[in-house]
């Protein structure tokens, strides 16, 4: 079974500065997706960003980027320039390629990231 | 914008009680998920259906939770008998069988 771990429960980060979190996740497939998902207080599921894990390059959207590691198994959020609406409950997840009965996203615990001003 | 609709947004019941919770998918999504986020165990995904038949339930307790796909514009969470620790909120989100699963805004049950 997939496992995905998120090793920081909270982190802080002043206001136009740069914060990275940290997930790790366990798989034998070769192919797969891996996200970013964000959950301000509101409650609602944000994607923020994605993966295939067949391509190298590293996905980047805006102010968010990732450092994919595929060998380590390793999947980490760079936020440039953060801003106060950042605060947020940031997931890691996984997802093997959809049609298949397993077909699901495997989420980490999350990580609490607050913007300080 | 199409939506993933979710009701009740909030849910206040006793131990014991039946509580149901709609989520009415994205029209033409074939792909239907239900999750429970809580403090202690994050997010879990509690059953999968795709064109409405159910392809994995296994995360769910069987002895109270049931889920069901009455027709393809209605999926429902139902528990009975309600516990204490059920309490937590519970999300829907649909797809097309893609990667792109859309999110509805959660049911926050809270069992007293």
């Known amino acids: 079974a997939q496992t995905v771990t998120q090793s920081q429960p909270e982190m802080s980060v002043q206001e136009a500065e740069t914060v990275t979190l940290s997930c790790t996740y366990d798989?034998?497939?070769?192919?797969?997706?891996l996200f970013w998902y964000k959950q301000p207080p509101s409650r609602q599921m944000i994607l923020v960003i994605r993966q295939e894990a067949y391509k190298q390059q590293n996905a980047t959207e805006n102010r968010f980027s990732v450092n994919f590691q595929k060998a380590a198994k390793s999947f980490s959020l760079k936020i440039s320039d953060s801003q106060l609406g950042d605060t947020a409950m940031y997931f890691c997840a996984f997802m093997r390629p959809p049609g298949g009965s397993n077909y699901k996203l495997t989420f980490g615990k999350g990580t609490l990231l607050t913007v300080n001003p | 914008d199409a939506r993933v609709t979710q009701t009740p947004r909030h849910k206040v019941t006793e131990m014991g009680q039946e509580v149901t919770m709609r989520c009415q998918p994205i029209l033409g999504h074939n792909t239907v998920f239900w999750y429970r986020q809580t403090m202690m165990q994050g997010l879990e995904l509690l059953a999968y259906f795709r064109n409405r038949a159910p392809l994995d339930d296994s995360g769910m307790p069987k002895d109270r939770f049931s889920a069901e796909m009455p027709d393809a514009t209605l999926a429902t969470l139902k528990i009975q008998p309600s516990e204490p620790r059920d309490s937590a909120v519970y999300f829907c989100?649909?797809?097309?069988?893609?990667?792109?699963?859309?999110f509805g805004s959660g049911t926050q049950l809270s069992v007293l």
């Open positions: 798989t034998s497939e070769n192919n797969y997706y």
């Open positions: 989100a649909s797809g097309l069988g893609t990667w792109k699963l859309f």
